[in-house]
């Protein structure tokens, strides 16, 4: 099967999520990266292509235009304030899209996005990670089958320390970026916490109906929420809670959600990613471990196999396979939730998603 001619849009040579998607789309070679504009800059732009040994544009623009003929699908990785800009040109001139998490920076720009991604005949894609680990996969089937029975209520929590000084006033570029409302919209719901509620949708199967946050921007002088707990009301009268915090000092990246029901519990945790915790009615633990990686069970897969499973299902998809990606409607969801969760902060009430 010929591989899906790919150009990425963000990215450069030194930032994290670029090399990131670059890795996962190298891991089952389904992709190849063929161009890119890599950075707003235009020297660095060109510099990183340059060291890609791929065609490199100073503008995404130019990028678009220019490769029209010999590019099938775009991969976008920038700040979130151009996110729709691109995706939305991309999409018209005829490219499938793959777009990194939040879908926008703002509601009114994800409602536009969405449904320019619903009316076209182009893959619409987003990465949200977590939703590549396998024992989240199993979390989701065994619960649609029905192994919890009624489901009652869910806890998510994603921690992180990294911005619990203000880094971004000494110029630390993915914190000034992200620390800025003009770039990124919302601060750490945005960021992390849409990662956060994308988890409970997919793993329940539920939607998000109303939320109540207590929000804060605890680092003196910050611009966008830091710190998030949001209560949750789902569909079937199931409850929830949701903390996002990026100001916890020492935490590195605390990812874990779990989920009650009727006839026991499921836990998943990222420091123990390859497991899936069942906890009985009467008290009974039983851990599953992942079997379903490139390896044989017992070599451990992390985060880049979890970025990797998303890509090859983008790759499925762009290929007319039948498979499931996250795609407008997850992320327009996502988008909802942050709109309303930061609303409910200025009402003190519950706010509809």
Same mark, same amino acid.
């Given at each position: 099967?010929?591989?899906?001619?790919?150009?990425?849009?963000?990215?450069?040579?030194?930032?994290?999520?670029?090399?990131?998607?670059?890795?996962?789309?190298?891991? $089952?070679?389904?992709?190849?990266?063929? /161009?890119?504009?890599? %950075?707003?800059?235009?020297?660095?732009?060109?510099?990183? /292509?340059?060291?890609?040994?791929?065609?490199?544009?100073?503008?995404?623009?130019?990028?678009?235009?220019?490769?029209? $003929?010999? #590019?099938?699908?775009?991969?976008?990785?920038?700040?979130?304030?151009?996110?729709?800009?691109?995706?939305?040109?991309?999409?018209?001139?005829?490219?499938? #899209?793959? =777009?990194?998490?939040?879908?926008?920076? @703002?509601?009114?720009?994800?409602?536009?996005?969405?449904?320019?991604?619903?009316?076209?005949?182009?893959?619409?894609?987003? @990465?949200?990670?977590?939703?590549?680990?396998?024992?989240?996969?199993?979390?989701?089937?065994?619960?649609? /089958?029905?192994?919890?029975?009624? =489901?009652? @209520?869910?806890?998510?929590?994603?921690?992180?320390?990294?911005?619990?000084?203000?880094?971004?006033?000494?110029?630390?570029?993915?914190?000034?970026?992200?620390?800025?409302?003009?770039?990124?919209?919302?601060?750490?719901?945005?960021?992390?916490? %849409?990662?956060?509620?994308?988890?409970?949708?997919?793993?329940?199967?539920?939607?998000?109906?109303?939320?109540?946050? $207590?929000?804060?921007?605890?680092?003196?002088? +910050? +611009?966008?929420?830091?710190?998030?707990? #949001?209560?949750?009301?789902?569909?079937?009268?199931? *409850?929830?809670?949701?903390?996002?915090?990026?100001?916890? *000092?020492?935490?590195?990246?605390?990812?874990?959600?779990?989920?009650?029901? %009727?006839?026991?519990?499921?836990?998943?945790?990222?420091?123990?990613?390859?497991?899936?915790?069942?906890?009985?009615?009467?008290?009974?633990?039983?851990?599953?471990?992942?079997?379903?990686? +490139?390896?044989?069970?017992?070599?451990? /897969?992390?985060?880049?196999?979890?970025?990797?499973?998303?890509?090859?299902?983008?790759?499925?998809?762009?290929?007319?396979?039948?498979?499931?990606?996250?795609?407008?409607? $997850?992320? =327009?969801?996502?988008?909802?939730?942050?709109?309303?969760?930061?609303?409910?902060?200025? *009402?003190?009430?519950?706010?509809? #998603?």
């Amino acid at each position: 099967m010929n591989r899906i001619r790919t150009a990425m849009i963000g990215g450069g040579i030194g930032g994290f999520i670029g090399e990131i998607h670059r890795m996962a789309m190298r891991l $089952d070679d389904r992709f190849d990266l063929v /161009a890119g504009a890599l %950075s707003s800059e235009s020297a660095r732009a060109l510099e990183s /292509a340059t060291q890609l040994g791929i065609r490199g544009y100073e503008s995404w623009q130019e990028l678009l235009e220019n490769e029209k $003929d010999t #590019v099938d699908c775009v991969v976008i990785v920038t700040p979130n304030n151009s996110h729709a800009e691109i995706a939305t040109s991309a999409l018209e001139l005829g490219y499938h #899209v793959v =777009l990194d998490k939040p879908m926008t920076r @703002t509601l009114d720009e994800a409602v536009a996005l969405a449904e320019i991604a619903s009316n076209s005949n182009k893959v619409f894609a987003m @990465t949200y990670t977590y939703t590549g680990y396998p024992m989240i996969r199993q979390m989701r089937a065994r619960i649609l /089958a029905g192994e919890l029975g009624t =489901l009652r @209520t869910v806890s998510v929590d994603y921690r992180q320390g990294w911005l619990a000084e203000p880094i971004e006033k000494d110029g630390q570029k993915q914190a000034s970026w992200r620390t800025d409302p003009k770039l990124s919209g919302a601060g750490a719901l945005g960021d992390i916490g %849409s990662h956060a509620e994308q988890l409970v949708r997919y793993t329940t199967g539920l939607t998000i109906k109303q939320v109540r946050g $207590d929000i804060h921007s605890l680092v003196d002088g +910050r +611009r966008v929420d830091d710190h998030a707990s #949001v209560q949750l009301k789902l569909e079937n009268g199931v *409850t929830g809670d949701l903390v996002c915090s990026q100001v916890c *000092t020492g935490e590195r990246n605390h990812v874990s959600i779990r989920v009650w029901g %009727s006839k026991g519990s499921f836990l998943w945790s990222h420091g123990q990613c390859d497991e899936l915790k069942f906890t009985a009615s009467n008290g009974t633990e039983t851990i599953s471990f992942c079997e379903e990686n +490139r390896a044989p069970s017992g070599h451990p /897969a992390g985060f880049i196999e979890a970025f990797a499973n998303i890509y090859r299902d983008c790759a499925s998809k762009i290929q007319g396979e039948n498979v499931e990606v996250i795609n407008e409607k $997850d992320g =327009l969801a996502s988008m909802k939730f942050v709109n309303a969760a930061l609303l409910s902060k200025e *009402t003190q009430a519950w706010s509809d #998603v």
